[in-house]
């Protein structure tokens, strides 16, 4: 049994791959995102990967498991800075995004992206890359996503409204729960139409 | 006072950034590459990340620190599978690969490139990114980047003269141990030129 604190209580039952991170907002989200990039590796459409968790190891043990030399970790922390959830490769791009839902009606930057996540993504997009925001607003269950570029990073409180208005919508198909690359392709869209 | 079996000794005493890996060849190689990609974003040149290891945590403690809340892993294993060392973004482009070095004058591909990494590279490639694997002989203390298209993943066995053939070598500057980036981009005006 782990213990997560601040875990929602009904998350845990619901997820089945928990994907271990110090703050579990956004896990039953970050899934759904994951299942959306298997599809993707499966059908050659895009490589985009969660990345693990930085974790800064203390102590460790060596141990046989038959006749395999294993290593067990007994002693570990998590590691405070990270970059963003995903990246990958769509369309001969990289790609960058973090992932985050939010119960309110609006997004606050501030609680939910690190400087340097905002400096990262802020990187990514001027280097030519696609990079953008993903969140859920759990009241009406939509997802949006939002370039970079388009995020008022100085504003710590965005509105809903303001996601209805610059932010593509990620419509859900029967075949997947939430393919997102649709939204990606409108992003380029835009881009290229600037 | 962690114990890496299989660990060489001189190795405990150089790296002072010990990167935690199963396998700890190519430690100090990893380091220098560090080095590199820190000099990259710095000077807003390439933003290359090395990708944390994959862990998967089996058993967490929650503890407090002052007054902040805190969480110890308490136990943990590698996940064997994981894709490869190093992706970010370089001139807009998704840029990923695979860290090796070797004492011997030729470079084994099936002991040191896993079947689903050679896969994943082989797929950003396709995908129009860049990918490539950076290895070094120890035997002369030289560095070759070689593009996945042009390594001969079906051969066990390649020899130090393909890199020099087909490889680019990557020299050393003042203000850098490593400066990798020169050789990608000779290999990204050799993908033009094709």
């Known amino acids: 049994m782990i213990n997560y604190p601040n875990k929602k209580k009904?998350?845990?039952f619901i997820s089945t791959k928990p994907s271990f991170k110090t703050n579990s907002k956004g896990m039953i989200f970050e899934?759904?995102?994951n299942v959306a990039n298997s599809f993707y590796?499966?059908?050659d459409i895009a490589y985009i990967y969660k990345k693990p968790t930085p974790i800064k190891i203390l102590n460790t043990k060596a141990y046989t498991e038959g006749f395999q030399k294993k290593i067990l970790i007994n002693k570990a922390v998590f590691e405070k800075k990270s970059t963003t959830d995903y990246n990958g490769i769509y369309k001969g791009k990289y790609i960058d995004f973090e992932a985050k839902e939010t119960k309110y009606k609006s997004f606050n930057i501030k609680s939910n992206l690190h400087v340097h996540q905002k400096e990262h993504l802020k990187n990514v997009r001027r280097h030519g890359g696609i990079a953008?925001?993903?969140v859920k607003f759990l009241f009406c269950n939509r997802?949006?996503?939002i370039d970079?570029?388009?995020l008022e990073l100085e504003n710590s409180l965005i509105k809903f409204e303001y996601f209805l208005d610059k932010g593509i919508e990620v419509y859900q198909k029967r075949t997947l729960h939430l393919n997102y690359i649709d939204a990606v392709d409108q992003l380029l869209l835009k881009e290229?139409?600037?």
Chains 1, 2 share one sequence.
């Open 10 to 12: 009904d998350e845990e």
């Open 31 to 33: 899934e759904e995102i």
């Open 41 to 43: 590796i499966r059908e």
């Open 132 to 134: 953008f925001l993903i």
């Open 143 to 145: 997802v949006f996503i």
């Open 148 to 150: 970079i570029a388009d």
């Open 192 to 194: 290229n139409n600037e």
